[in-house]
């Protein structure tokens, strides 16, 4: 499976970002997506993730409280991170994750990585 991220980029305390990962190289019935991020010294931590066959199988971090929204777009092969009400903190590179089964939050159990995009949200 090959992620490409991209989308990312600067925006200002409450503005919005769409994020998009690029997917190739598998189907993608029996898989699903995550998007991570890990600001400069902290670990990587999860966002969300979707499953590719059960649209409403759907997991967000606490942190997300309703700003963020994941989906896919089967038509493109796409997994999208709708980003609104962004903060200072959410400030960090981005990282779209692929891995076979259900759902999950650890960034252990995807094996899968496209490359990040820098998300900065400053004034």
């Not at 970002?17 to 990587?44: M, V």
């Not at 779209?96 to 400053?122: E, H, I, L, M």
Request: glycine share 10%.
């Amino acid at each position: 499976v090959q992620l490409q991220a991209y989308g990312g980029g600067l925006v200002q305390p409450g503005g919005s970002l769409r994020l998009s990962c690029a997917a190739s190289g598998s189907t993608f019935n029996d898989l699903a997506f995550g998007w991570f991020r890990q600001a400069p010294g902290k670990e990587r931590e999860f966002v969300a993730s979707v499953s590719w066959r059960r649209n409403r199988d759907i997991i967000y971090a606490d942190f997300v409280k309703g700003r963020f929204i994941i989906s896919r777009d089967s038509a493109k092969n796409m997994v999208h991170l709708q980003m609104n009400s962004l903060e200072p903190e959410d400030t960090a590179a981005y990282y779209c994750a692929a891995r076979t089964g259900r759902v999950r939050n650890s960034k252990n159990d995807f094996p899968y990585w496209g490359q990040g995009t820098q998300v900065t949200v400053s004034s």
